[in-house]
């Protein structure tokens, strides 16, 4: 059976925007330790507060979580995130009793952000006995992934696959935005916040993630008196030289650059720009979160760099959480790192308003976590009283950060 998907907005997007603006990789397993919404509040460093169930969860026993991204490889900043931000949520629950008497386990699996990889990562974690799946991180794994758990009736919840037929099928939901409401809150922040009037977009053609973004911001910016003055694709093939790119977006006098790709393909460019004496504005989605982590980059190159993100590390409501996973993996946490976060929590949550038992077969917790999702409510990292709908989709509300002098300060 398929969703329907939900593309538009949420009223809570379109009035937020208006009224604002390394570890070590590899896998890793964590052992366990020894109708109505309900509301589960994610407490980073401290205990978890309760939330009643509806159901009689047996007490004892362990649920085993299986975390799919990439550890090595270019994309690793955004799985080592999701593996330690999953890895810490387990260890705080279990640390505080476990999900009524049960106890969680993790297994993190490398897909080197490749397709077929995360297939091959899910059925080793289906093998060990998961049952549930947080990821895949990236979202054509994400895609591929979805078709298998699918298939099996395996709950699976995304943190940061975007796409929209990540959550195509119904047993599929995210923590975060899909592509095209990360393309539209672009375009209508920029409107609303009057960052610039012409506008050029760089953006990745061969990815799913990037072409999705550039599209709903296209066809918003008119609506936001904004002026499309270049519109540039390239694609994995040639990311590495963009200079036809920037002189393009510089001739027509662009005084903004909407770059809806990833961290490493932005840091060549703002370097690029850079040489060629081209600043304008540099605004970016989820996928630029990361880019003051890329080695040998100098980061004073990012001043002034905006993005939309849900999460910051000076919020106040991220402190405990930003001191308790530095303390844990050496360095601060990204957005991935709280989406995947946040998605451990929802399945905490989903557990307890279900009820499920600690032995319940894969399908049957799906089953259960198809009708929790819908009821329950997360004050998490990434949005407080965050909701799903039964197409898998987040109700929160979005932010945008800007880089000033090497850190990420909330608009």
């Avoid at 995130?81 to 476990?98: H, M, P, T």
């Avoid at 002026?227 to 390239?234: G, L, N």
């Avoid at 850079?274 to 990361?290: A, L, Q, R, V």
Wanted: glycine share 10%; charged share 20%.
């Amino acid at each position: 059976m398929k969703k329907l998907i939900a593309f538009g907005l949420t009223a809570a997007m379109v009035a937020s925007l208006a009224a604002c603006g390394s570890s070590e990789g590899g896998n890793k397993t964590t052992a366990a330790a020894g109708g109505d919404t309900t509301t589960t509040t994610a407490a980073a460093g401290g205990e978890t507060a309760p939330a009643a169930a509806d159901g009689q969860g047996a007490a004892g026993g362990t649920f085993k979580i299986g975390v799919i991204g990439p550890l090595t490889g270019p994309a690793a900043a955004y799985g080592i995130a999701v593996q330690n931000g999953a890895d810490l949520a387990v260890k705080e629950i279990n640390a505080a009793g476990g999900v009524n008497g049960i106890m969680l386990e993790a297994n993190a699996q490398d897909d080197e952000h490749d397709a077929q990889k995360s297939v091959n990562a899910y059925n080793t974690l289906k093998d060990w006995g998961a049952q549930a799946i947080v990821g895949s991180t990236t979202s054509d794994p994400c895609i591929a992934v979805a078709a298998e758990t699918s298939n099996d009736n395996m709950f699976q919840i995304t943190p940061s696959g975007s796409a929209v037929e990540c959550v195509t099928p119904d047993n599929v939901f995210r923590v975060c935005f899909a592509d095209p409401d990360q393309g539209t809150a672009s375009a209508v922040y920029i409107g609303e916040n009057k960052l610039a009037a012409k506008v050029a977009v760089i953006y990745d053609s061969s990815t799913t993630y990037s072409s999705g973004i550039r599209e709903a911001f296209v066809k918003e910016a008119g609506s936001q008196g904004l002026e499309i003055v270049a519109d540039e694709a390239f694609t994995a093939d040639n990311a590495t030289d963009f200079s036809v790119q920037l002189d393009k977006a510089k001739e027509a006098g662009a005084e903004l650059v909407f770059l809806p790709i990833y961290y490493q393909e932005a840091s060549v460019i703002l370097k690029q720009a850079k040489d060629k004496d081209f600043s304008p504005i540099f605004f970016g989605c989820d996928g630029m979160d990361g880019i003051l982590t890329v080695k040998n980059f100098d980061t004073s190159l990012a001043e002034g760099l905006m993005l939309l993100t849900p999460f910051s590390t000076t919020e106040e409501s991220s402190k405990a959480f930003t001191e308790a996973y530095v303390a844990a993996y050496g360095i601060e946490p990204n957005q991935f790192a709280a989406d995947s976060y946040d998605a451990v929590y929802a399945i905490k949550a989903a557990m307890e308003k279900s009820g499920i038992a600690a032995d319940a077969a894969p399908s049957d917790v799906c089953e259960a976590f198809k009708t929790a999702m819908t009821q329950i409510s997360i004050d998490g990292l990434t949005g407080a009283g965050m909701t799903w709908n039964a197409a898998g989709e987040p109700d929160k509300a979005p932010k945008a950060v800007k880089i000033v002098n090497g850190v990420y300060e909330m608009q």
